[in-house]
């Protein structure tokens, strides 16, 4: 078992219940996991497989009028889309596919404005909030 698995190692960001629930939802049969790119996940929602920040990291398109696109680690700010440059916790291996793909979100999204950075706090500006919960229109 990797250190930052084991008893009082640094979990890096896995929360124990996180888990623990995503177990019991396997066992349940209510886990499903998505591989590939351009799959339909759910009526309008589709999964996209972005560049290597994490293995198989992916983003989601959510089909309406008009369209939006969660970027998730797939662009950290809407700095990095602006920009066109790579969101730093990509290896300098990854910038050309990171950049690739903020250019297929925005493609996907049709504007800019439309693609939702996963971890930009100017979210919280642009769209209304409640809490830590921005609503996305």
């Known amino acids: 078992m990797p250190p930052t698995m084991s008893q009082g190692g640094d979990h890096g960001g896995i929360d124990p219940e996180d888990v623990q629930e995503l177990v019991r939802i396997n066992t349940e049969g ?15 929602i589709r999964a996209y497989t972005g560049a290597r920040h994490t293995y198989a990291s992916q983003y989601l398109r959510i089909e309406g009028h008009p369209p939006f696109v969660l ?24 910038h050309p596919a990171n950049i690739k793909n903020q250019a297929r979100m925005i493609e996907l999204a049709g504007s800019i404005d439309r693609v939702i950075p996963g971890h930009d706090a100017l979210q919280f500006q642009k769209f209304p909030t409640q809490g830590r919960i921005a609503r996305i229109k």
């Open 30 to 44: 209510r886990l499903r996991l998505v591989d590939g790119d351009n799959v339909e996940i759910l009526p309008g």
């Open 71 to 94: 970027a998730s680690d797939n662009s950290y700010l809407w700095r990095n889309l602006v920009e066109r440059k790579a969101s730093a916790t990509f290896s300098d291996a990854d």
